[in-house]
């Protein structure tokens, strides 16, 4: 009989899981995810919908699937409780000529070091995350916006560093 409650009552945190997950990726609806348990959390980051997953071409037409940076920062605040942060160390962001087919363009290369902690179940985990991104000069950007960038993928490699999105490690080595 024990194990039957046991059961039913994991079956129904997972529910309550499942569609406080949903609720908050999907409709944008936030509650205590602290109520859950972390175990379920945590399990929910490592496979990705494929409605979150993109693609950027690269060289002779290979498609490389990414994560979008608002997913990884919804998926950590999701399993931390809104309880992560970053303290940026250094960065640095270079401006160059390159030629390009359109003639020479300035290049902003922005690189990032950051130290970005978790708590997670009552554990903070902490990691240095370096990033960067490249941006050519646009009148609509800015040299702050290639680094707000490099910021951004630094949050997606500190999410995968976790987990998120174990489900893409094929795909990704394939490509």
Do not use: C
Request: positive net charge; hydrophobic residues 35%; aromatic residues 10%.
């Amino acid at each position: 009989m024990e194990k039957k409650v046991t059961t039913k009552k994991k079956n129904t945190k997972l529910a309550e899981t499942k569609l406080a997950v949903n609720r908050y990726l999907q409709d944008n609806v936030i509650t205590d995810f602290s109520t859950l348990p972390v175990e379920m959390r945590m399990s929910f980051l490592q496979e990705v919908p494929k409605k979150f997953i993109k693609e950027r071409i690269i060289g002779n037409n290979i498609k490389l699937p990414y994560i979008d940076h608002f997913f990884a920062e919804r998926v950590l605040n999701f399993i931390s409780n809104f309880n992560w942060g970053s303290e940026r160390l250094n960065s640095v962001i270079e401006e160059r000529k390159v030629k390009t087919k359109s003639g020479e363009k300035t290049m902003y290369e922005a690189t990032v070091e950051m130290k970005m902690w978790i708590y997670i179940g009552g554990n903070k985990i902490e990691r240095y995350i370096a990033s960067g991104h490249n941006a050519y000069e646009n009148p609509a950007t800015t040299k702050a916006d290639a680094l707000q960038s490099a910021i951004s993928k630094a949050n997606t490699k500190f999410a995968r560093q976790l987990g998120l999105g174990a489900n893409m490690i094929p795909d990704e080595s394939d490509a």
